[in-house]
């Protein structure tokens, strides 16, 4: 299968220009398959966060190239970087992010309204039926902030996938979720990558979550450590 | 923009106790501008009015008196526009003597049909009629007293130059001015050019102005239209204190517009520079999801701008009551207003206007605040 997602040689370093730079990527080579369903996994302070950013496009690798579908996106402007973070890739974050001042459906709305396309039925309808596909078809209307953590959580991922991503990237998506929580939102997202054959790359420090996962890529010091596939 | 619409209007009702605040604070700035506005203008025209609104606003004399004032008077109403009324006047100079009682007086004729445009005699008289025919007078109420005189009685006017009239008198008036009560005496114009015994001529020619401070031009005007064998005189250069006066409360009126506006911005500005930092999270979200640089900085604009319509609007009315409250409880002995406010709509228009555009340049900074920042802050600072 082709490869959605290519690194090539990332290095990531932290005040550059100061007396003590940091760096945290190591020229970083990483290839991943349309349609898979990856994590990665390392501790705290390993990189893994600043490379899922990175390949997320909300920040920029000091050197090295980022491959999107063949196609190389690292010397993009802002404005092409968010059409392809708003067309292209669904996020989900660990403290989920909603918008409280808006509700579950027009949260899930959000991104698809941001690209500025007129609001259809046929838009609706999918925002409804991943919300029912969460398991929240009675929450469309309640507000952000009156829903409990692992609502909100799943409202997340509805809105991930509203503008059809072809890559989904979760930052330790069910960090804050108690387990019998977490093992819903997990087979929730499986469900996602075999229904939608969205690409899924989440980040975790749960070697047990990971497990779960089709390839397990390890990050130890800014380097891949280890990169298993099932 | 219909969605930066959508989100800066469900911040500000979702922060409701905050919008509230913002706009009552825009609300007080334009209601304040709004009343001292009406107050301070309302304030010029009546000190206007009660200085010049009776005068004569531009005069026309020559060296001898003018004789063909009929076609001058026509050469000065097609000379311009500004011109609300032109009489002709006769003045000369006297006593008024009743048996041992002598004043000097001012002896003025008018052609009453016109001269009533400037001076309003027929509502300033206060007994009798005014005087139509030659040899008839009017008083005023100062020298009724002085000169112990009723209507019905005779005076007789004495000048070293055209020696003694004997006059009927037929009314009094009281201009409210006791430098006029205590000398004018009235009288038809045919009175005087009798008693000069030249013919038909007049001293001066005097008219009233729709723009009053547009005199020096209409003087222009006049002046190549019957050439500078006559001399013009306007309001301002008889009253540079008056001029001056009015132009010092011009000034203080504007300079307590532009500290209002200023506040008015600063108070906005620092609001919603505290709210990009409490959006700034769901200003993060929103960039991940792609929404554009300057479509966040819209969203503050549009806050700041809803914020301006919504403050002047209410500004406008709470202004409007407060001068209206102040027009029926700030009243003189007599009941009317102490101050009659001058509410103009251009005026209260351009202070919401103001307020408005003061309000959506207030957004600015915080604007590009917003524009400014990185996704990649807020994600790792939660």
Redesign the interface.
Known sequence: MADILTLQNINKTYGEKTKNPNQVLFDLNLSIEEHSFNSIIGQSGSGKSTLLNIIGTLDKPTSGNLLLKGKNITSFNKNELADIRNQQIGFIFQFHYLLPEFTALENVLMPYKISKQPLTKEIEDRANELLDLVGLGNFKKSLANNLSGGQQQRVAIARALINNPSLVLADEPTGNLDSDTTEKVYELLRQINQKFKTTFIIITHDRHIAEKTDRIIEIKDGRIYMDITK | MK?AF?IAK??LT?AKRQTIVIILGIAIGVSVQVFIGSLISGLQASLIDSTIGSRSQITITADANIANYDSLITDIESSTDNITVVTPTFTIAGSGVNGSLSENVVFRGFDFTTANGIYKFDELLSEGNLPTNTNDIALGVGLKDSLNLSIGDTVTFSSPVYGDTTLNIVGFFDAKVLAINDAWVITPLTTIQGIVGEGNVVSSIEMQLKEIFNDVTTKDEILSAIGSTYNVTTWTEENQELLSGLNGQSISSLMIQIFVIVSVVLGISSVLAISVLQKS??L??????????K?ASKIFLLEGFILGIFGAILGILFGLGLSYMFTKFALNPDGTPVIALQIDAGFIALSGGIALVASTLAALSPAIKSSKLS??EV?RN?
């Open positions: 969605l959508q469900r911040f979702s999270r769901q993060g979200i929103l960039k991940a999801m792609g929404i554009q640089d479509d996704v990649i994600i939660g």
